[in-house]
């Protein structure tokens, strides 16, 4: 599999979600670009797979807290700043009817999943409008963001509003210099395999999303704005799919 190659060096990233698949490949992809990454995940035990790797700091934390978005931000400040934001964290794993979720569990998801990039999004915004400067964001959305999953509402919930969100900083703000952009994936696992039910014929892998918010957050992505990069070998442009494929999916 080819590798896209793109220049970070000097930059500084900060990545959500760190401990997951995607948002492993993620911090992979950016240091090895020559960014220096901030990791953050709730899973604190999660981030020491990145101990011994370059150019990449952790900090432990639940992003959906304001003090723990300030948090994040006070350790940017102090260590040079922000240029590009991915939000990546996200609650993957519930699979409840709607007619049974309660609102707690739903709460939880918008959470973990929209509140999150809120938090971390504004304070991006206003460091970037304060500093006098542009800046990239780069979120996580999914096909749940335009079509729904069986049993997944509140997570396709957050999703949409992930592509509303992004949509509303391109629109408000772009004539700042900032860029708000969404990947949305499809059946992503840690090792490619056949998969009848996606027209590309098989499954996607985590370098390859990490690749395309490489893509975004660069200058060669420099007019596209709002827009939702679909990262799922064509699977949002099939009419329908087999529903006896079972799907892995991490975003």
């Known amino acids: 599999m080819s590798t896209v190659t793109f220049d970070f060096t000097g930059e500084r990233v900060l990545v959500t979600g760190a401990a997951g698949l995607i948002g492993r490949a993620l911090v992979h992809r950016f240091a090895d670009a020559g960014a220096e990454v901030l990791a953050v995940d709730v899973d604190a035990d999660g981030l020491k797979v990145f101990d011994a790797v370059a150019r990449v700091a952790t900090l432990p934390g639940d992003l959906a807290r304001e003090d723990v978005a300030d948090a994040v931000f006070a350790r940017l400040a102090r260590d040079g700043g922000l240029d590009v934001l991915v939000n990546n964290a996200a609650m993957t794993e519930l699979r409840t009817p ?32 304060d500093a006098g400067r542009g800046g990239a964001i780069v979120s996580m959305s999914s096909p749940g963001g335009s079509r729904a999953h069986d049993d997944q509402s509140a997570y396709d919930v957050t999703k949409a509003g992930i592509e509303a969100l992004s949509r509303a900083i391109a629109v408000e703000l772009g004539g700042l210099g900032i860029r708000a952009n969404c990947i949305a994936p499809a059946s992503v696992v840690g090792e490619v395999r056949p998969a009848t039910d996606i027209p590309a014929g098989r499954t996607t892998a985590p370098e390859e999303v990490a690749d395309a918010a490489l893509y975004l957050a660069s200058p060669a992505a420099a007019q596209l704005n709002g827009h939702v990069l679909r990262v799922d070998g064509g699977l949002h442009a099939r009419l329908r799919t087999d529903p006896s494929q079972e799907q892995q999916r991490d975003v």
């Open 98 to 129: 709607f007619i049974d979720i309660e609102a707690d569990v739903w709460d939880a998801v918008v959470a973990a999943n929209l509140r999150s990039a809120y938090l971390l999004s504004v304070r991006a915004v206003r460091h970037w409008r």
